[in-house]
């Protein structure tokens, strides 16, 4: 157990819908860090957060958002879903701006 | 363009064995390069990390060999065992622009047989 937890396990939706994940990083870890896993793409960085400020970007698109709250949980925002959007969907937290990441359970996204 | 390549796709070695996967990177800014195991259903899992100041560096059973000047590592498993049939991913980072993002391999499946 990383100490990362994700919600929900699993999340069945239809296209076009919106749907949101959350992350609970580890005790004391001010990153925050979202994956996307897909069988054609890979494990592949979307966004990072730190202390509630964006860090850095990765090939998200414009239809999903993300944030970082005080309490230093995250949540990832996806809309208008697509049948491609279906994926596991991973949540990494590290101490500092850098530095080891740990993951957690990850969320998996079925978009019918 | 920032890529790791990792081989083989695929792995089959036995009980004791010792499988052994390479990765090699285009950037010379990475600074940083962990290992993940994965297991069917679970979230990647830190196995152990290196960074290009040391060529070898050893947790246990697991092993990286690094080569900067070829821009290559690798993972050693000694001892390998069936609890080690897992998904393996290597990566890469550095801190450019302020923030740390992981580029992944397309990770290796290895199978440990009795």
């Known amino acids: 157990d990383s100490g990362v937890t994700q919600t929900p396990k699993h999340l069945i939706t239809a296209t076009g819908q919106r749907v949101t994940l959350r992350c609970s990083p580890r005790?004391?870890?001010?990153?925050v860090y979202w994956y996307q896993q897909s069988l054609d793409q890979g494990l592949q960085f979307l966004i990072q957060y730190y202390n509630g400020e964006e860090r850095a970007k990765g090939n998200i698109l414009e239809r999903f958002s993300a944030q970082q709250f005080p309490d230093l949980h995250s949540e990832l925002n996806l809309s208008s879903l697509e049948l491609g959007d279906s994926a596991l969907y991973f949540c990494?937290?590290?101490?500092?701006?850098?530095?080891?990441?740990?993951f957690g359970p990850g969320t998996r996204l079925t978009v019918l | 363009q920032q890529q790791v390549k990792q081989s083989p796709q695929s792995l089959i070695v036995q009980k004791g064995g010792i499988p052994i996967i390479n990765c090699a990177y285009e950037?010379?800014?990475?600074?940083?390069f962990p290992w993940y195991q994965q297991f069917p259903g679970k979230g990647p899992a830190l196995l152990i990390a290196?960074?290009?100041?040391?060529s070898e560096k050893k947790e246990g059973r697991f092993t990286i060999s690094f080569n900067k000047s070829a821009k290559q590592f690798s993972l050693h498993i000694m001892d390998s065992q069936p609890g080690d049939s897992a998904t393996y991913f290597c990566a890469a980072s550095n801190d450019e622009g302020g923030g740390n993002k992981l580029t992944f391999g397309t990770g290796t499946q290895l199978k440990v047989e009795l």
């Open positions: 290196i960074r290009p100041d040391v």
């Open positions: 950037n010379t800014a990475f600074d940083y």
């Open positions: 990494a937290s590290s101490g500092m701006i850098a530095g080891p990441q740990y």
């Open positions: 005790s004391g870890d001010l990153s």
